[in-house]
Structure formats: C-alpha cells, structure tokens
C-alpha cells in the first residue's frame, strides 16, 4: 500500500539517484534545481516547497513537491514528480498523485491543483491524464531550453468537484 509523508533530508540521496542521465533529470526539473549532475546541496531547494515522499512496505518509491504560486492555498502546483525507475508503469505514479490531490483538495483546502509537464515526456503526461488533469489552452506554450533543444510544456489542471 503506498502511502505519502512529508520529504526528510535522509530521502534525498534516493530521490537523486532516480534520475539515471541527463535528460530525466531535465525532464523532471526543468532545471530549476541546477545542472546535471545535481548535488544533494543543490536539491535542498525543495525544503522551501511542501516537499512530500511515497513510499511502501518496500521503502521509497515517489517524490513531488506542493506549492502556492500566489501565496494562497486555494490552487496549489504539483511540481517536480518522480517515480523510482524499477516502479514506472505500474500504477505507483497514479496513486501517488491521487494520495497528493487527496493532501491538497482535503488538508489544504485547494480550489484547483495545476502542473507542468514536457511535451516530450509521454509517460508523465498520459500518468497525469489518468488521474484526472485536463489540458489548459494557453495562447503561448512555456518553453524551455534544454541541453540546446527547445522543449515546450504542456499546462495541465485539475479542479475540486
């Protein structure tokens, strides 16, 4: 059974070693958290966010991160979602997403939840379809640039019913 708790700075290690090459850690961070190969210091950062752990009888298996982009809790973002690679595609992202909706919906009292997600990360997008996230239309795609290539972002919500 997977369950959710707040991120503790002994995870991180775990967390970093998820990242197998360069372009997961671009797609799972945008960069926003530094340079591939990221140090422990460097992830740190994510202790000034609502940083959360998924884990299981088998020990740590997810990691994401809550924060209020405009200060109030009423739309929070989900940001920097990862999955431990020996558990992708089998269900343990969705659940943990769901567990992350529940903490944000019910506990913070979230209107809507948005993310971001990389054109060029299939996976994740099709994962966050399946939980429930809608497509935004935005007039201009955000776009990244990344290892000299451009990566465009997709929008995605998912609103309180």
Known sequence: MI???PYKDQDADTVLS???DEKAFYQW????LGHYPITRSE???VTS???FTAFDETGNIGFFT???????LNELRIGFVIVDPCKRGKGYGKAMLRLGLKYAFELYG???VSLGV???NPPAYYCYKAVGFKDVVLDTAEKYSVTGEEWKCREMVIENI
Do not use: H, Q, T
Request: charged share 30%; net charge positive; with cysteine.
């Open 3 to 5: 369950r959710i708790r």
């Open 18 to 20: 998820w990242c197998r």
């Open 29 to 32: 961070s945008a960069g926003v």
């Open 43 to 45: 992830f740190s950062f």
């Open 49 to 51: 966010l609502m940083p």
């Open 66 to 72: 809550l924060r209020a982009p405009d200060g109030a």
């Open 110 to 112: 979230a209107e809507k």
């Open 118 to 120: 990389f054109e060029n």
